[in-house]
């Protein structure tokens, strides 16, 4: 015998005519399946409770329980087999009956061969296609059962997270808003579909959402977004790509930054009162000394004493310019310095502070230029103060980091687009890639031999750069180590004029 094949399908042949049952088993080996007897209606039943059986070939006539009975007591059962009932002429009727009731189909007595394994074979494989649907429907159901555990696991993520979160379409409109966002923004009760401008007020950063919005090449950016008087967050955005590059709309982020901007706020305030409580002493000290010196100088006093006296001197100059530039830095920082706006000419600016600053140049046999590229002169809504602090500190590092013999040369270009661009070039030591990013940052200074030798706070970047961010201006530059940098300053102009002989 052939060893049993687990996954093959039973048929039970239920008859109470053992010949007829050993037939049947015979022409069924052709098939491929297991084949099982049953003399009689009641013990049929038993075997179909204990076994997975597929189709029941089903005798009617059969003593004690008949065939019609036994099929009965299967469907209410509600056994998944397939009856096929196997019937002489006199019960071709009752027969036909049994297909009503759901017979898989029917063989008169006495039975071909062929025609047996036919049947027999077509309900195996009604059983298996019926197995299969249900496996395939099992598997449906799993995956779709997945999707959802996915689907909601992302959504109580996405809920749930510290940062508000936004995602708009190519068209900018808000496909999705968590609840931090919605609570950040205290907007609409369903913000969905509407328009990114609808749900934020601050019309550059809808502006900046808009762009990523519909920008594969761009990358990310940020952005600092007041909202009220103290509550300020970073908001970076992104654009969206699909799997072809292609960009399906933007991911914004909001990232609570209100207490970093507090503490930044009571470090500024305390680094400006230690400035402010440290000047006049220190003022006092050093005109001492320039006094003490001179009178040194005077009486001819060894010339030891003098030098030592002359070092500290320098030193409390050094401190006092770095205290000046600390309380210039938290003024800026706090929005109180540089506050009497007035309509300031650029070119003229320019030309005193190029003027203040030829002498140093000189000492250094430097050439320090101004050009202009056009007729116009540019007139800058700002603090006249503020503009000579930006431009002496960049005209100042551009003679301080050139060595003698350099040239550096202020341009001015024409106004396009209601702003007016100032360069400001020097052929000097230059700045390398990777320090041009950090020297905007408080106390920061480029470290290595050319610089040693040259005194400096590291705060005169950043003041020219706070006092451009806040009116509405921006530097930037290009420089290569060993070879001189330029720095570009751009303005809002609020008007130019052309003057007659300039
Ligand atoms: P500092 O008081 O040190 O000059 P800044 O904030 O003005 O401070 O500048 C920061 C640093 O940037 C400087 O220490 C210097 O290393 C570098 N730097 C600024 N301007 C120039 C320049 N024109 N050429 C080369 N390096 C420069």
Not at 174 to 197: D, Y
């Amino acid at each position: 015998m052939a060893p049993e094949n687990q996954d093959q399908l039973k048929v039970l042949v239920v008859d109470d005519e053992e010949h007829i049952r050993i037939a049947v088993e015979r022409i069924l080996r052709r098939l491929d399946c297991g084949v099982l007897q049953a003399s009689n209606g009641e013990h049929a039943l038993s075997i179909l409770q204990e076994q997975d059986v597929a189709v029941v070939l089903l005798d009617l006539k059969m003593p004690g329980m008949d065939g019609m009975e036994v099929h009965s007591r299967i469907r209410e059962a509600g056994y998944q087999v397939q009856v096929i009932i196997i019937t002489g002429y006199a019960t071709l009727e009752t027969a036909i009956e049994a297909m009503k009731k759901g017979a898989f189909d029917f063989i008169p007595k006495p039975f071909d061969k062929d025609h047996l394994a036919l049947v027999v074979d077509r309900a195996l494989n009604s059983i298996r296609l019926e197995q299969e649907r249900a496996r395939l429907e099992q598997e449906r159901q799993r995956a779709l059962l997945d999707l959802n555990t996915e689907k909601s696991r992302i959504r109580t993520i996405l809920e749930s997270l510290p940062n508000g979160v936004i995602v708009t379409n190519t068209q900018g409109r808000v496909v999705l808003m968590n609840q931090m966002a919605r609570q950040i923004l205290a907007g609409e009760e369903s913000p969905i579909g509407c328009e990114i401008g609808e749900c934020l007020e601050d019309g550059e950063l809808c502006d900046l959402i808009r762009s990523q919005s519909v920008a594969a090449q761009s990358e990310g950016s940020s952005y600092e977004l007041q909202l009220g008087d103290d509550s300020f967050y970073m908001v970076q955005t992104n654009p969206v790509l699909g799997e072809e590059g292609e960009c399906l709309g933007a991911v914004i982020v909001f990232g609570d930054i209100s207490d970093l901007k507090e503490m930044d706020r009571l470090k500024s305030e305390f680094v400006a009162k230690v400035s402010h409580e440290l000047r006049s002493p220190l003022s006092t000290i050093h005109e001492q000394m320039a006094l003490v010196l001179q009178d040194m100088l005077e009486h001819e006093q060894p010339e030891k004493e003098q030098r030592i006296l002359s070092r500290a001197k320098e030193k409390t100059k050094g401190m006092l310019s770095l205290i000046e530039d600390l309380l210039d830095l938290s003024r800026v920082e706090a929005g109180s310095a540089f506050n009497d706006v007035q309509r300031v000419d650029i070119r003229q600016t320019l030309e005193s502070q190029v003027d203040f600053f030829q002498d140093r140049a000189a000492e250094k046999e430097q050439e320090l230029t101004l050009e202009a590229a056009g007729e116009e002169w540019p007139i800058v809504e700002a603090d006249p103060r503020a503009m000579e602090s930006v431009f002496g500190n960049l005209i100042g590092n551009a003679v301080k980091y050139t060595p003698e013999g350099g040239r550096v040369a202020v341009r001015i270009g024409p106004v396009e687009q209601g702003r007016v661009r100032v360069e400001v070039q020097d052929d000097g030591i230059g700045i390398s890639e990777k320090e041009q990013s950090r020297i905007f940052e408080r106390f920061y200074r480029v470290k290595n031999g050319q610089t040693r030798n040259i005194s400096g706070t590291g705060l005169g970047l950043p003041i020219v750069k706070g006092i451009l961010d806040d009116m509405g201006g921006s530097i930037s530059l290009s420089s290569q180590h060993g070879q001189g940098s330029t720095f570009y300053v751009w303005l809002p102009v609020s008007e130019s004029s052309v003057r007659e002989g300039n």
